[in-house]
């Protein structure tokens, strides 16, 4: 089954730091780019950090540049969204997503993506 397993979502104090795991199970995440998306309560989705498929490129939202950080562990298939000095705005649900089509720099279109994990809350609150 191909899918997509996201894990270490939770609640952190403003300022603190949480690490957001994006794992794949039957393909090899190391050639698709990867996208974390996320969604805050009465929002519509955003993207927010992406690799490219040869894990060259990266882009960062306005938002969350020099806080966040994407990238991959190949011997675990894993992806991570590293996040640090949050801040209550950065509270959502957030989505790992995978897609095939290379592509040398990546993007945040949604209907381009294959496969989605299943969302991870963060709270950033004290």
């Known amino acids: 089954q191909l899918r997509l397993v996201e894990s270490g979502g939770g609640l952190v104090q403003p300022g603190g730091s949480l690490r957001l795991s994006c794992a794949a199970s039957?393909?090899?995440?190391?050639?698709?780019?990867i996208g974390w998306f996320r969604q805050a309560p009465g929002k519509e989705r955003e993207g927010v950090s992406c690799?490219?498929?040869?894990?060259?490129?990266?882009n960062h939202a306005d938002s969350v540049k020099g806080r966040f950080a994407i990238f991959r562990d190949n011997a675990k298939n894993t992806a991570y969204l590293q996040m640090n000095s949050l801040k209550p705005e950065d509270t959502a649900v957030y989505y790992c997503?995978?897609?095939?089509?290379?592509?040398?720099?990546?993007?945040?279109?949604?209907?381009?993506?294959?496969?989605w994990g299943q969302g991870s809350q963060v709270t950033v609150s004290s």
């Open positions: 997503a995978a897609r095939r089509r290379y592509g040398s720099r990546c993007n945040w279109a949604e209907d381009e993506y294959d496969y």
């Open positions: 690799v490219s498929n040869g894990g060259v490129n990266t």
């Open positions: 039957g393909f090899t995440l190391n050639t698709y780019a």
